[in-house]
């Protein structure tokens, strides 16, 4: 039986037209954005229809509880599902155009709006979970009918069987690509503890035959990409950024990315929704997180004596990929302000895109002076790090805390309303992570803290408000996680430092977040 439904989008675009604001609303609790204890009980939304007509949504007529759903995404989730929001954010601009002919981004849409809309109330999140389900199938009808005259098989295949994107390859579809990245980065909307890399391998696959079939090879039609596909380039990358932090593998596995460093700028460049202007250095910042990974692989290996000079060669290696990295993002030059376009969102000007850009550069710096303390040279000096009262700390970690600090200060000075509030929570992390107090001063008394250490603790408290915030703007319990990671570290910070008199607790400290969060197993998705 055929249904029509001409209006799927037309219904809502009213309401992207009348956002009346940008910036992200805060409701009073957390409970403020799963508050729907007036809805009436959804009714099933009827997938069936002719088989020949399975991949359109032109038969398809939206039922009450869909029609919610997308009025709850174009007026909710793509405001706090991106660093900016107005008519030109691309989960308005290109997802209300895109959805109209693929019922895998469809029910993606509806999935996400689901697991937001009722985030925290179990008696409905089985709605998301279907909607979930209704995706995943229609990813499997998309890639049955990919073209298999060349069948390309994974190297370290995953074996969960999620990763349907792993099959087949060939005349990858815009809208099939990113159904994929959004399953696999909203996994933690419906479950907290998912990270959904059960999808990510299969993808890169997808990514490849997609970047083969537009070209992206050559560096002009780089340089040319229009918007979605900067947008789908970059959603990719920062995918790839927020899953190195919970997923052991090799750096080679991200070469397929290293074309998008090459600084082939365009005359202006329009911010995208999860890498703003910074979209190269989140490559990095997923290199980055693949190498801590790797030394923990490494440390956390028992071997016999016979072993160990093979366990320092490894480590050797691992410090080789870490020194060529730390120049790559020393070599990187963020874009002038004047180059960075205005996306028409008031409270996101270009300038919050640059600072958010040099966090991030400074974030990476850090997770791999901390992690590979060896590269710290004494002329090591880093633009943007903040000024540290000398005397404190050894050199290194005197460092480390001054690019703490430089990134604080950055996301300090960016408004709370602006909508990179939805990109900063990696940040804040690493950032703040790092802020441990000089030995012997933990236990001091308000009267008795040095500025040092006041300092550290005014900082500590900036990224708790700041993260305490993001958990009501943001409203999804992955970022929880962060905070209980964060008050874990500082704790074990503490009680190290306090019992320690040499002044290379940090740098000797076992509380890592990385660490934290492996044996309190809160890994998620940080994005």
Request: include cysteine; charge should be negative.
């Amino acid at each position: 039986m055929h249904h029509e439904a001409p209006s799927i989008i037309d219904t809502h675009l009213s309401a992207e037209q009348s956002v009346s604001s940008p910036s992200l609303s805060v409701s009073g609790s957390w409970h403020g954005f799963v508050d729907d204890s007036n809805e009436t009980e959804p009714e099933q939304v009827s997938t069936s229809g002719s088989t020949d007509d399975n991949t359109s949504l032109t038969f398809y007529k939206p039922m009450e509880q869909s029609s919610l759903l997308l009025d709850h995404y174009f007026s909710s989730v793509c405001q706090m599902n991106s660093a900016f929001d107005s008519l030109h954010n691309p989960f308005r601009s290109e997802v209300s155009k895109m959805i109209i002919n693929s019922p895998l981004l469809f029910y993606c849409v509806l999935s996400m709006s689901a697991a937001h809309l009722y985030q925290g109330d179990e008696p409905k999140s089985s709605i998301a979970l279907e909607f979930q389900t209704e995706a995943i199938s229609h990813l499997s009808i998309e890639l049955s009918q990919l073209d298999t005259a060349m069948p390309r098989v994974l190297k370290g295949d995953d074996k969960t069987s999620g990763s349907l994107a792993s099959q087949k390859t060939d005349h990858v579809q815009d809208d099939v690509l990113l159904g994929v990245i959004l399953l696999g980065m909203t996994s933690a909307w419906h479950n907290s503890s998912a990270t959904g890399v059960s999808h990510l391998f299969g993808c890169r696959q997808l990514f490849k035959a997609w970047m083969a079939s537009n070209s992206l090879e050559d560096p002009a039609k780089r340089a040319s990409m229009n918007q979605k596909q900067c947008f789908l380039v970059s959603s990719m990358i920062y995918w790839e950024a927020m899953s190195s932090f919970v997923l052991d593998q090799d750096t080679a596995a991200l070469s397929y990315l290293d074309v998008f460093c090459q600084p082939n700028l365009p005359s202006l460049i329009y911010p995208c929704p999860w890498t703003g202007v910074g979209t190269p250095v989140f490559v990095f910042l997923a290199k980055t997180g693949i190498l801590l990974r790797n030394k923990r692989v490494l440390r956390n290996l028992r071997v016999f004596r016979s072993g160990e000079a093979h366990q320092r060669a490894l480590y050797a290696e691992l410090l080789d990929d870490a020194s060529a990295l730390e120049r790559d993002i020393i070599k990187l030059r963020i874009p002038f302000v004047g180059l960075i376009e205005d996306v028409g969102d008031p409270c996101t000007p270009p300038d919050h895109f640059l600072a958010i850009a040099r966090c991030y550069r400074l974030a990476t710096l850090l997770e791999l002076y901390r992690g590979f303390p060896e590269l710290i040279k004494s002329q090591t000096v880093v633009e943007q790090a903040a000024e540290v009262p000398t005397g404190e700390c050894d050199d290194k970690t005197h460092l480390i805390l001054g690019l703490a600090f430089g990134i604080l200060g950055i996301l300090e000075s960016i408004p709370i309303d602006s909508g990179t509030i939805s990109i900063q929570l990696l940040a804040l992390m690493i950032a703040g992570s790092a802020l441990c107090v000089a030995p012997g001063q933990c236990q001091s008394t308000i009267a008795e803290r040095t500025p040092f250490q006041q300092t550290v603790t005014r900082w500590r408290g900036f990224v708790r408000q700041r993260i305490l915030y993001m958990c009501v703007a943001i409203g999804l319990r992955p970022v929880n996680h962060a905070v209980l990671i964060l008050e874990e570290v500082w704790s074990r910070m503490d009680m190290e430092i306090g019992n320690s008199s040499d002044n290379e607790g940090m740098l000797a400290s076992k509380a890592h977040w990385l660490d934290v969060m492996s044996e309190k197993k809160l890994e998620t998705i940080f994005g």
